[in-house]
């Protein structure tokens, strides 16, 4: 064998841990925002204008995704949630503005979701709304953005079929541990705890 000749097994077994080197970066890929960066978590809108039944209690179901969704952050990024008083009162006053054009809740609005990211410092905003279509069919569609930039960074829509009293917690359950892998990684999006599986997955 001459020196410049490489055997093919040889060959195989670089490109190989080429393939698996480039995996692993992909793995390891943050987004461009530290990982403690602050997040302001609005409350969960309620909409039942399309329901074929609206009932007086249905407001509790985004009362209850709400709970749910700043308790799972809480627990997973802690200090870094701006103070929920503070969100709920600069949302309040930012309702009646002209960022939402008027009649129309905060927690709707991205624009004006970003804008009280803003005033309490944050730099990641989650806004999230409660869709009914009947008694057993709701929609949670929940989304990240970026404050600075308003890039949508997550944009879920989850249809939750059953009781909601037990599958809209499941839902914004799993929203919120989406969020918090996210935000941990610098607003890189990934479904895997640990990042994207590699090859050997």
């Given at each position: 064998?001459t020196?410049?000749?490489?055997?093919?097994?040889?060959?195989?077994?670089?490109?190989?841990?080429?393939?698996?080197e480039a995996?692993?970066?992909?793995?390891?890929q943050?987004?461009p925002?530290s990982?403690?960066?602050?997040?302001a978590?609005?409350?969960?809108?309620?909409?039942n204008?399309?329901?074929?039944?609206?009932?007086?209690?249905d407001?509790?179901?985004?009362e209850l995704a709400?709970?749910?969704?700043?308790?799972?952050?809480?627990?997973q990024?802690?200090?870094?949630?701006?103070?929920?008083?503070?969100?709920d009162?600069?949302?309040?006053?930012?309702?009646s503005?002209?960022?939402?054009?008027?009649?129309?809740?905060c927690?709707?609005?991205?624009?004006?979701?970003?804008?009280?990211?803003?005033?309490?410092?944050?730099?990641?905003?989650?806004?999230?709304?409660?869709?009914?279509?009947?008694?057993l069919?709701?929609?949670?569609?929940?989304?990240?953005?970026?404050?600075?930039?308003?890039?949508?960074?997550?944009?879920?829509?989850t249809e939750i079929k059953?009781?909601?009293?037990?599958?809209?917690?499941?839902g914004?359950?799993?929203?919120a541990?989406?969020?918090?892998?996210?935000?941990r990684?610098?607003?890189?999006?990934t479904?895997?705890?640990?990042?994207?599986?590699?090859?050997e997955?």
């Open positions: 064998m020196p410049s000749r490489i055997p093919p097994f040889v060959l195989a077994s670089l490109l190989l841990f080429g393939i698996e995996a692993a970066q992909v793995t390891h943050m987004g925002e990982p403690t960066a602050t997040v978590v609005l409350t969960v809108a309620m909409y204008e399309g329901a074929n039944l609206r009932e007086a209690s407001s509790s179901r985004a709400t709970t749910v969704i700043r308790d799972r952050l809480t627990e990024l802690g200090d870094q949630l701006a103070p929920f008083p503070l969100v009162s600069v949302a309040e006053l930012s309702s503005s002209e960022l939402t054009g008027g009649g129309v809740r927690n709707v609005v991205v624009s004006c979701a970003r804008e009280v990211a803003r005033r309490v410092e944050a730099r990641w905003v989650v806004l999230a709304k409660v869709s009914k279509t009947s008694n069919i709701w929609l949670l569609s929940s989304q990240l953005v970026r404050v600075s930039t308003g890039e949508i960074i997550l944009d879920d829509s059953g009781d909601p009293s037990t599958m809209v917690p499941v914004a359950r799993n929203f541990d989406r969020v918090a892998r996210t935000v990684r610098g607003g890189f999006a479904n895997y705890p640990e990042g994207e599986p590699g090859p997955h």
